[in-house]
């Protein structure tokens, strides 16, 4: 290598862990990274669709985005059989590069920017769906991002309960110890508490709906995360057909989000119908308070760089 080239050699990008992703951005300011990016004017159908691989028992999905002066793009893979083997299902790894040069500034474990990302997409969009008196929170779901999603959305409504629903007792038991420990009152249920629950949030990997949507009262806020595959979904036809129904981006949803896909395909929910996130964050689309809100988000390539950028800007300034 000539001088010249050594000179103009990049130095090398900076390794960001799970520890120092948490320790620079909490759940508080990625939401309000997200919230921020939307209305900058960023509009999520500007990026690029996921795309996907199949691997082994499973699959590989590639995100890029672009926001401004930061590009960046998150590998992850998702093998359904890890847990047998005591790896996680879902690994992946993020490139934060500058837009001028795309040249690779950092990289960052890229499972914790989705353990932040997604409930932070969710507590900004139930911010605005939920009503202001919200006080019951109903999570299905007692995984890394249904916690994660108990302690986002408490920090976006003051609620007086937590009622967990899962399928095992210990998981559920561990779930409900996790709100207290946060200061929440909560305690197990069953899929039928969900008529009681002003706030609702979906975090499982189940393929059927998990309760019966009539029971939804039209008061109520559903927040849908767990499927992204179109022949998976946690919510049935039934609420989505008599919901205000948001969405990321319309184009991802009618791609990979089952919950829309499958309401769509029978009849209960049209296309035109589905609200963009960012027209309700900016407030160029009112919330309909008269039935029941549903936000249906299966997680987009923009919300993990607008939070890596927050991690590196977090640490360097």
């Known amino acids: 290598m000539s001088p010249d080239q050594h000179h103009l050699a ?31 004017g960023f509009r999520p159908e500007a990026d690029p669709a996921r795309g996907s691989v199949a691997a082994g028992d499973g699959h590989m999905l590639l995100m890029p985005s672009v926001l401004g002066r930061w590009s960046g793009v998150k590998v992850a893979s998702v093998s359904p059989g890890n847990s047998e083997r005591g790896l996680p299902r879902i690994q992946a790894t993020y490139l934060l590069m500058d837009t001028a ?6 990289v960052l474990e890229g499972s914790a920017l989705t353990t932040l990302r997604t409930p932070a997409i969710s507590a900004l969009a139930a911010d605005r769906l939920a009503a202001p008196d919200a006080r019951t929170l109903m999570v299905f779901g007692t995984g890394p991002q249904a916690l994660s999603h108990i302690e986002a959305f408490a920090d976006v409504r003051d609620f007086s309960e937590v009622v967990v ?12 110890e996790h709100a207290q420990r946060l200061g929440l009152a909560a305690r197990a249920g069953t899929a ?18 998990l309760f019966d949507g009539a029971l939804v009262r039209d008061a109520a806020c559903v927040v849908a995360m767990g499927s992204h595959e179109p022949d998976a979904r946690e919510l049935d036809a039934a609420l989505m057909g008599r919901a205000q129904v948001v969405v990321e981006d319309r184009g991802t949803a009618l791609r990979e989000a089952g919950d829309v896909v499958q309401a ?12 963009p ?20 988000c299966v997680g987009m390539s923009w919300q993990d760089l607008a939070v890596a950028v927050g991690v590196v800007d977090g640490t360097e300034s």
């Not at 040069?101 to 950092?106: G, S």
């Not at 309909?288 to 549903?294: F, I, L």
């Open 10 to 40: 990049p130095d090398a990008p900076r390794w960001y862990d799970s520890r120092q992703i948490l320790a620079a951005v909490g759940p508080r300011r990625a939401r309000h990274l997200l919230e921020a990016t939307l209305l900058d």
């Open 165 to 176: 629903c899962g399928r095992s007792p210990e998981k559920v038991a561990a779930a409900v």
């Open 264 to 275: 769509v395909a029978e009849g209960a929910l049209i296309e035109e119908d589905l609200v």
């Open 277 to 296: 996130l960012a027209d309700v964050v900016t407030g160029a689309v009112a919330v309909d308070r008269s039935r029941p809100r549903v936000f249906k």
């Open 101 to 106: 040069t795309l040249t690779v500034r950092a």
């Open 192 to 209: 039928e508490d969900v008529r009681d629950a002003d706030v609702v949030v979906c975090a499982t990997s189940a393929a059927e709906p």
